[in-house]
């Protein structure tokens, strides 16, 4: 994985697939130049212990890509996780990226050496076939890149998602193009304001988007509490953030909740589905609602 990606004539992958890539079981160590698992068709992982490290990607798939439980541990990567779709129901997964964590695009896929894995910027081209789906499982992602990025829908039903994404305003914690819905699960993603997207108002679960007005540093803890003193969502961000988007359930509009960065604690008052103290800029983000409970603004449109 600390080679550079070797030429197209020469395969540095791990196990790669023309076709089906499915994997059932086992214990697989790869460390790879290229990606570590590839298929051209559609990937599916079920069960088993995976511990990748990638000059490239982590675990690509052309078309669908598909993980309903198993252990894996990606190290090192350019692009964690990358699929025309991905559908997270079940596991415990751990992605370490210098781009984007997860990465829901189209296009054939290149090497980290060119630009986004698919041969695309990331952001720049959406599609209805193009889709980024959790529905349970544990997810912990650490992107130097946009943490959650989809090209077209979002869609968050359950799991327990923490995401430390960029420390440059180029990136968002959590990324999309078409539209971006939580209905359930617990999410806290940490990272910079100047891309902050927040959830759709057509969620049904509520979410806050909070930019700050400082940053904090690396190793600061983050608390959401309900009114009655209850942890609802808690993450420790490895790197340093001046933005939070946070969701859980139980939290529904009207109540108060006191989220904690560090030392600083802020009352917030959910005013809509989606309440945010800045504005997301991309089209699917909402940002509408207004917080209350002595919140300042700092965020940035797009």
Same mark, same amino acid.
């Given at each position: 994985?600390?080679?550079?990606?070797?030429?197209?004539?020469?395969?540095?992958?791990?196990?790669?697939?023309?076709?089906?890539?499915?994997?059932?079981? !086992?214990?697989?160590?790869?460390?790879?130049?290229?990606?570590?698992?590839?298929?051209?068709?559609?990937? @599916?992982?079920?069960?088993?212990?995976?511990?990748?490290?990638?000059?490239?990607?982590?675990?690509? +798939?052309?078309?669908?890509?598909?993980?309903?439980? !198993? *252990?894996?541990?990606?190290?090192?990567? =350019?692009?964690?996780?990358?699929?025309?779709?991905?559908?997270?129901?079940?596991?415990?997964?751990?992605?370490?990226?210098?781009?984007?964590?997860?990465?829901?695009?189209?296009?054939?896929?290149?090497?980290?050496?060119?630009?986004?894995?698919?041969?695309?910027?990331?952001?720049?081209?959406?599609?209805?076939?193009?889709?980024? @789906?959790?529905?349970?499982?544990?997810?912990?992602?650490?992107?130097?890149?946009?943490?959650?990025?989809?090209?077209?829908?979002?869609?968050? @039903?359950?799991?327990?998602?923490?995401?430390?994404?960029?420390?440059?305003?180029?990136?968002?914690?959590?990324?999309?193009?078409?539209?971006?819905?939580?209905?359930?699960?617990?999410?806290? +993603?940490?990272?910079?304001?100047? &891309?902050?997207?927040?959830?759709?108002?057509?969620? *049904?679960?509520?979410?806050?988007?909070?930019?700050?007005?400082?940053?904090? +540093?690396?190793?600061?803890?983050?608390?959401?509490?309900?009114?009655?003193?209850?942890?609802?969502?808690? =993450?420790?961000?490895?790197?340093?953030?001046?933005?939070?988007?946070?969701?859980?359930?139980?939290?529904?509009?009207?109540?108060?909740?006191?989220?904690?960065?560090?030392?600083?604690? =802020?009352?917030?008052?959910?005013?809509?589905? +989606?309440?945010?103290?800045?504005?997301?800029? &991309?089209?699917?983000?909402?940002?509408?609602?207004? &917080?209350?409970?002595?919140?300042?603004?700092?965020?940035?449109?797009?």
């Amino acid at each position: 994985s600390s080679s550079s990606t070797a030429a197209d004539t020469e395969s540095t992958k791990g196990l790669k697939s023309g076709a089906e890539l499915l994997i059932t079981g !086992g214990t697989i160590n790869v460390d790879s130049a290229d990606d570590s698992l590839h298929t051209n068709g559609n990937g @599916t992982i079920t069960g088993g212990t995976l511990t990748l490290a990638s000059g490239d990607d982590g675990f690509h +798939a052309d078309n669908d890509l598909v993980i309903s439980g !198993g *252990t894996i541990t990606i190290s090192k990567s =350019y692009e964690g996780i990358e699929g025309m779709t991905i559908t997270i129901n079940d596991g415990n997964i751990s992605v370490v990226s210098s781009d984007d964590g997860l990465n829901a695009a189209g296009g054939s896929d290149s090497s980290s050496a060119g630009n986004n894995g698919f041969g695309m910027t990331s952001g720049t081209s959406s599609s209805n076939n193009i889709s980024l @789906t959790i529905n349970g499982g544990t997810l912990n992602v650490n992107a130097s890149g946009d943490g959650l990025d989809s090209n077209g829908a979002t869609t968050i @039903t359950g799991g327990t998602i923490n995401v430390s994404g960029s420390t440059a305003n180029d990136n968002s914690a959590v990324d999309f193009t078409s539209a971006g819905v939580i209905t359930g699960g617990t999410l806290v +993603a940490a990272g910079t304001s100047g &891309m902050a997207e927040s959830f759709g108002s057509s969620s *049904t679960q509520c979410s806050i988007l909070y930019n700050m007005t400082s940053s904090a +540093a690396a190793d600061t803890a983050i608390t959401l509490k309900d009114s009655s003193g209850n942890v609802l969502a808690s =993450y420790t961000s490895p790197k340093t953030f001046n933005s939070v988007l946070l969701s859980a359930p139980g939290m529904t509009v009207g109540s108060t909740y006191t989220l904690t960065v560090g030392s600083q604690s =802020y009352s917030i008052t959910l005013t809509s589905v +989606a309440t945010s103290n800045g504005s997301s800029g &991309m089209s699917g983000g909402s940002g509408n609602g207004n &917080m209350g409970g002595g919140m300042t603004g700092g965020g940035r449109s797009k």
